[in-house]
């Protein structure tokens, strides 16, 4: 069963930005804390970005701190992630993530998921 639904990746030039959609269609996600991970081949799944259940506290991978940007909608049930000043190394299936209670950086802490949306920067 599907819990959450990511889109709007896809194929960008380095530089370039793109924005993330993570919807949760038939379930409410409102209390929950979201974050994004990603995982390119052969790599394990690593932390991207979280928000807390208000969206008033967010926390960031030094990877990324600067040129992404997490958000929430919760009247739309829905979270995004900005990506501005995209890298190659950006270049990774992205995966929407929520748990109960404080917010947390590792995959495990997390109990639903979405099925992922590709993210390629090109050189």
């Known amino acids: 069963q599907v819990q959450l639904v990511e889109s709007g990746g896809g194929l960008v030039q380095a530089g370039g930005s793109l924005r993330l959609s993570c919807a949760a269609p038939g379930r409410t996600f409102n209390n929950y804390v979201k974050g994004w991970f990603r995982q390119a081949p052969g790599k394990e799944r690593e932390f991207v970005a979280n928000i807390n259940w208000s969206g008033w506290n967010t926390y960031y991978a030094d990877s990324v701190k600067g040129r992404f940007t997490i958000s929430r909608d919760n009247a739309k049930n829905t979270v995004y992630l900005q990506m501005n000043s995209l890298k190659p190394e950006d270049t990774a299936v992205y995966y929407c993530?929520?748990?109960?209670?404080?917010?947390?950086?590792?995959?495990?802490?997390?109990?639903?998921w979405g099925q992922g949306t590709q993210v390629t920067v090109s050189s």
């Open positions: 993530a929520a748990k109960i209670g404080s917010p947390g950086t590792e995959p495990d802490e997390y109990d639903f």
